[in-house]
């Protein structure tokens, strides 16, 4: 059974910055792209950033390009989100998600093991 733990969430005020951890258990981590997603009060969740895996290609929403940066580690089965310059805007519930294929997008119907979300909130 596969399971997705996202860690690293907080508040912090803009312009602050914010590391997000994922840990997915259950698959071969590195035969899985991955993602990080993001969701705010009444809007549609989106992709942030995209890695495929073994971490060559990368996608960047362009909101978020300059300022965020997605990594993996393999050996360790972990992803990364740096979020650096954060800004109200970012506020929103962030999921980490694994998904068989990477498509060079962030398209959600491409990830189907989803973790339950871990709240960043930006204050200006």
């Known amino acids: 059974q596969v399971h997705v733990v996202e860690s690293g969430g907080g508040s912090v005020q803009a312009g602050g910055s914010l590391r997000l951890s994922c840990t997915p258990s259950?698959?071969?981590?590195?035969?899985?792209?991955m993602g990080w997603f993001r969701q705010a009060p009444g809007k549609e969740r989106e992709g942030v950033s995209c890695?495929?895996?073994?971490?060559?290609?990368?996608y960047y929403a362009d909101s978020v390009k300059g300022r965020f940066t997605i990594s993996r580690d393999n050996a360790k089965n972990m992803l990364y989100l740096q979020m650096n310059s954060l800004k109200p805007e970012d506020t929103a519930m962030y999921y980490c998600?694994?998904?068989?294929?990477?498509?060079?997008?962030?398209?959600?119907?491409?990830?189907?093991?989803w973790g339950q979300g871990t709240q960043v909130t930006v204050s200006s």
């Open positions: 259950g698959l071969n981590f590195y035969g899985y792209a």
């Open positions: 998600a694994a998904g068989p294929i990477y498509g060079g997008g962030c398209n959600l119907n491409e990830y189907n093991y």
């Open positions: 890695i495929s895996g073994y971490g060559g290609r990368l």
